[in-house]
């Protein structure tokens, strides 16, 4: 199957959730294992590299978000689904704000989590060196976006991006001056159908637009269009020339 080299890393202290979820996963391909807490984790990913976290927020000692910001901090880009429970919403917003990359309110059924593990990894992907021929860097602005290298620089200098926000960006950025519907980055950004109470694509934008910071003018960057989606907004000086 296509998902067998992908090896996914469950981290839950519920014992029957685990035993669930890593034979779910094994029957569907892929290389699962599933361990009780941060220390477990830690263990098996310094053994062997893992494709994927699946990551319980809700854990004693270091709970998920507290293993979110850690990777993160450690420059670790490892993909992290986060399993939440069902109205948590200020501590999923925090996990997005933390680098994770969806989240998914339990209880689930584990069809949807494989159909976002895949989409995920599909994104991964994508993002890899291939024979396919260089996309052309996107320029807007002061700000440059390499999809070969996957390298983002605002005024010349690298800003660090995790999967997601680079796609996110990369979306807007080609759309540049036109609004993009929260619906569209849905599909592009997390390959699944947007929902009205999911608010993953609005934290990312969050996130984006706080390492991109103001332009000049000191505007941000992208801007809200209420009820619609976003609109990444062009330099001063095309502005002036449309027609």
């Known amino acids: 199957m296509e998902q067998q080299s992908h090896k996914v890393l469950v981290v839950d202290d519920d014992v029957r959730l685990r035993q669930l979820l890593e034979r779910y996963l094994r029957d569907q391909g892929f290389g699962a294992r599933a361990v009780d807490g941060a220390e477990a984790m830690d263990r098996a990913m310094a053994r062997e590299h893992y494709d994927l976290l699946v990551l319980d927020l809700m854990m004693p000692g270091e709970d998920g978000l507290a293993i979110c910001r850690r990777l993160r901090g450690t420059k670790s880009d490892v993909p992290i689904i986060m399993l939440t429970a069902k109205g948590d919403d200020v501590d999923r917003i925090v996990g997005l704000e933390l680098g994770a990359d969806d989240y998914l309110p339990k209880p689930f059924n584990p069809r949807e989590l494989v159909a976002r593990i895949r989409a995920i990894l599909r994104r991964t992907k994508e993002g890899k060196p291939s024979t396919a021929p ?103 000086e095309v502005e002036a020339n449309k027609p």
């Open 134 to 236: 260089v996309p052309e860097v996107v320029r807007v602005g002061d700000i440059e976006l390499d999809p070969a290298t996957r390298i983002v620089r605002h005024a010349g200098k690298p800003v660090e991006f995790t999967s997601v926000e680079f796609n996110l960006l990369e979306a807007l950025l080609r759309d540049a001056g036109r609004v993009v519907t929260r619906e569209r980055l849905a599909t592009l950004v997390l390959s699944r159908k947007f929902s009205p109470f999911d608010r993953s694509i609005d934290m990312h934008v969050s996130k984006v637009r706080k390492k991109l910071g103001d332009t000049d003018g000191g505007s941000e960057y992208i801007k809200t269009v209420r009820g619609v989606g976003y609109i990444f907004a062009l330099p001063r």
